[in-house]
Nanobody, 117 residues
Framework: QVQLVESGGVLVQAGGSLRLSCAAS????????MGWSRQAPGKQRDLVAR???????NYADSVKGRFTISRDIAKNTVYLQMNSLKPEDTAVYYC???????????WGQGTQVTVSS
C-alpha cells in the first residue's frame, strides 16, 4: 500500500501563486508515475500534471505554462507549483501514484484550492 498526504491548499487571489506538496509513504519503491488531479464542484476529476521517473512531465492544456510539477525523491515528495492562478483553477487537488505492478491508482485525501476573482 501507498499512503499519500497532500498539503498547501488555501484561499488565494487570482494572479497569485501556490505550491502544493504530496508526501508519499509505504510501498513506494518502484513507483514510477506520480501526479496531480483536480475536481471542481459538479465536475469530473481531471488530470492536471504527472511526472515520470527520469523527470519527464506532462500537463493538461489548461495549466501548461502556469503549473510545474516536480519530485524530490529523497523526501518522497511531489510538488505542484501553481502560478498565475485563475478562478477556474478552484478545485480539490488530489495527489496520485500508479502502482508499477498492476496499474492501480493510489489517491491522497485531497486539498482545497480556492482562487478568488
Amino acid at each position: 500500500q501507498v499512503q499519500l498526504v497532500e498539503s498547501g491548499g488555501v484561499l488565494v487571489q487570482a494572479g497569485g501563486s501556490l505550491r502544493l506538496s504530496c508526501a508519499a509513504s509505504g510501498s513506494i519503491l518502484n513507483i514510477n508515475v506520480m501526479g496531480w488531479s483536480r475536481q471542481a464542484p459538479g465536475k469530473q476529476r481531471d488530470l492536471v500534471a504527472r511526472i515520470i521517473s527520469g523527470g519527464m512531465t506532462n500537463y493538461a492544456d489548461s495549466v501548461k505554462g502556469r503549473f510545474t510539477i516536480s519530485r524530490d525523491i529523497a523526501k518522497n515528495t511531489v510538488y505542484l507549483q501553481m502560478n498565475s492562478l485563475k478562478p477556474e483553477d478552484t478545485a480539490v487537488y488530489y495527489c496520485y501514484a500508479i502502482s508499477p505492478y498492476n496499474g492501480d491508482y493510489y489517491w491522497g485525501q485531497g486539498t482545497q484550492v480556492t482562487v478568488s476573482s
